[in-house]
């Protein structure tokens, strides 16, 4: 029989320690050694998903095949391990809350007073066993949102608790992740913080089996036996995390620790296999030993919080890896950009991406951006709002369609180019109702993102409400804008490219959510080289 083994990942002392590296990291590993391992994020916040908070809250929202809007730290499981996640690994005090209600409001409950305790625990517990049914997986790392103490991450906790206790310490284990803080001023690492988290830990039920200590400087032996003393923690399991030069060193990091090997011990798995981790190092080796530097522009609106756009970076990270390429991003906020100066602003870029947005401040910096672009045969590579942009600048500047526009940002648009489609008319509500998730599109042999994928049916995930208007599919196409990419069944257009450009594309979809460490992704890697390829002098 298949018994699936469980590793739960709490914080401790801050947030933002980075558990979903260290999740990923030590998945990596069990992965490299033969393991089938998956990671499950749960956050303590009420929202049913994070599809309707601003990134400005959180970050990017990642978007999985099964069209799932969900935390950026899914991103960070699917780029390290490259297995795609679902909505099963993302699960919100919103959605479990959402189905206790349900359940009462049917009568399942029978008449029970519905409670924390049972009814939304096991709520908890059934999301996070959910993963086992499919019995692909040897390992599911669970990590939870929020901070040791946080009244909102209580329940979870309880949850956890009562799963340790039925699964037992050899099928399930608590990795608390900490924070020891240097003081400058006598030159000390201090590990009180962690006591106080590891005693509040204590104090729910759970003393946790594994230390894993963040740090900005090496921790010494003294530190570990204190530490494994007053944290009832084996020094073996007592674990170094210090600040990495990128995230993609922490599974090495982990390795020289010893992580993966401490987990597999406690679960008495088979330690023979060592971890292969080949490619991954033929990725780090590329990615720090770059002989060529690009420069890239990323006009955004949400520019002040780099998270928002995540996966967009690392998709460079991984393609510029490829191409022995060191990819320099420049933010530019998108409302910066003014008429007058925008050949200033934007003259030192072999590349420019517009970014993925909503509504409409800053949407005449990216047209004025793509304008650019295209006049002076700049690499352009738009995505979803950015597709978007480019078709509302060519309408404006190639097709004299004056004031052209997406209904988005103008509804009385006299020539709506970008426009809702027809089942979105009737939608009010915002959550969970757009164009979500992974959709085929066929793609025109004769193109350049047919090159790029050298594949004529791909699949690729949405998440937009507005669409290419093919009304004017032939005017566009007449005058040099041509619909490389369409959806086999609407006709939905997917990717535009312009005509005697270099490389000028737009794509409806979010080719960043598929990147990979291993597989990085074939448009991305053909803009770099578009890029280099780009002189001016
Ligand atoms: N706001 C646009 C739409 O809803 C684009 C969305 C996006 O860039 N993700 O269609």
């Known amino acids: 029989m298949h018994l699936t083994k469980y590793i739960f990942v709490t914080g401790g002392v801050t947030s933002s320690l980075g558990k979903g590296i260290i999740a990923a990291s030590l998945a990596k590993l069990l992965q490299a050694r033969g393991y089938s391992v998956t990671i499950q994020k749960l956050d303590p916040y009420l929202n049913i998903d994070p599809g309707?908070?601003?990134?400005?809250?959180?970050?990017?929202?990642?978007?999985?095949?099964?069209?799932a809007e969900t935390d950026l730290d899914l991103g960070h499981y699917e780029r390290f391990l490259d297995v795609p996640t679902s909505q099963a690994n993302n699960?919100?005090?919103?959605?479990?809350?959402?189905?206790?209600?349900?359940?009462?409001?049917?009568?399942?409950?029978?008449?029970?007073?519905?409670?924390?305790?049972?009814?939304?625990?096991?709520?908890?517990?059934?999301?996070?066993?959910?993963?086992?049914?499919?019995?692909?997986?040897?390992?599911?790392?669970?990590?939870?949102?929020?901070?040791?103490?946080?009244?909102?991450?209580?329940?979870?906790?309880?949850?956890?608790?009562?799963?340790?206790?039925?699964?037992?310490?050899?099928?399930?284990?608590?990795?608390?992740?900490?924070?020891?803080?240097?003081?400058?001023?006598?030159?000390?690492?201090?590990?009180?913080?962690?006591?106080?988290?590891?005693?509040?830990?204590?104090?729910?039920?759970?003393?946790?089996?594994?230390?894993?200590?963040?740090?900005e400087h090496h921790i010494t032996e003294d530190i570990r036996n204190k530490l494994a003393l007053f944290c009832n923690v084996e020094k073996r399991a007592i674990i170094e995390s210090i600040d990495a030069e990128t995230i993609y060193d922490v599974p090495l990091l982990m390795l020289e620790e010893g992580l993966d090997q401490v987990v597999l011990e406690k679960f008495k798995l088979s330690t023979d296999k060592k971890p292969d981790l080949t490619k991954w190092n033929e990725f780090l080796k590329k990615f720090k030993n770059p002989t060529k530097v690009v420069e890239i522009g990323l006009i955004g609106k949400y520019v002040e919080l780099r998270d928002s756009y995540k996966s967009i970076v690392e998709s460079t990270i991984h393609a510029g890896a490829v191409n022995d390429t060191k990819v320099n991003i420049h933010w530019i906020h998108s409302e910066d950009l003014e008429v007058e100066k925008v050949s200033e602003q934007l003259k030192d870029l072999q590349g420019i991406i517009v970014a993925p947005g909503f509504g409409s401040r800053g949407i005449e910096g990216k047209?004025?951006?793509?304008?650019?672009?295209?006049?002076?045969?700049?690499?352009?590579?738009?995505?979803?709002?950015?597709?978007?942009?480019?078709?509302?600048?060519?309408?404006?500047?190639?097709?004299?369609?004056?004031?052209?526009?997406?209904?988005?940002?103008?509804?009385?648009?006299?020539?709506?180019?970008?426009?809702?489609?027809?089942?979105?008319?009737?939608?009010?509500?915002?959550?969970?109702?757009?164009?979500?998730?992974?959709?085929?599109?066929?793609?025109?042999?004769?193109?350049?993102?047919?090159?790029?994928?050298?594949?004529?049916?791909?699949?690729?995930?949405?998440?937009?409400?507005?669409?290419?208007?093919?009304?004017y599919l032939e005017a566009f196409e007449k005058a040099g804008l041509k619909a490389v990419g369409r959806n086999p069944e609407t006709k939905l257009v997917e990717v535009v490219e312009v005509e005697n450009h270099p490389w000028f594309v737009g794509v409806q979809y979010h080719p960043e959510y598929k990147s990979t460490v291993l597989n990085p992704h074939p448009l991305f890697v053909s803009f770099i080289q578009a890029a280099l390829n780009y002189r001016k002098y």
């Open 52 to 67: 309707t908070l601003n990134p400005y809250e959180h970050g990017e929202c990642y978007v999985t095949n099964d069209g």
């Open 91 to 215: 699960v919100t005090t919103g959605r479990i809350y959402q189905s206790v209600i349900d359940k009462e409001r049917r009568g399942d409950y029978l008449g029970k007073t519905v409670q924390i305790i049972p009814h939304i625990t096991d709520e908890i517990k059934y999301r996070i066993k959910l993963l086992e049914q499919s019995n692909a997986f040897d390992i599911i790392i669970t990590e939870i949102g929020g901070t040791i103490g946080d009244i909102e991450s209580l329940p979870y906790v309880e949850a956890v608790r009562q799963l340790m206790w039925e699964m037992g310490r050899e099928n399930a284990l608590v990795i608390h992740l900490t924070l020891l803080p240097y003081l400058s001023t006598t030159g000390e690492l201090k590990t009180k913080p962690t006591q106080h988290s590891v005693k509040m830990l204590m104090e729910s039920g759970i003393s946790p089996d594994i230390l894993v200590c963040r740090t």
């Open 367 to 471: 047209i004025k951006a793509v304008q650019f672009a295209r006049d002076n045969n700049i690499p352009f590579f738009g995505i979803c709002l950015g597709m978007q942009m480019a078709v509302i600048e060519y309408a404006r500047n190639v097709l004299h369609l004056e004031n052209a526009n997406s209904t988005e940002m103008d509804e009385n648009t006299p020539f709506p180019v970008i426009d809702l489609m027809n089942e979105q008319k009737t939608i009010t509500d915002k959550g969970g109702t757009m164009r979500l998730g992974e959709w085929k599109c066929e793609l025109d042999k004769d193109s350049k993102t047919y090159n790029a994928y050298k594949s004529e049916l791909i699949k690729e995930r949405h998440r937009h409400r507005y669409e290419f208007n093919n009304q």
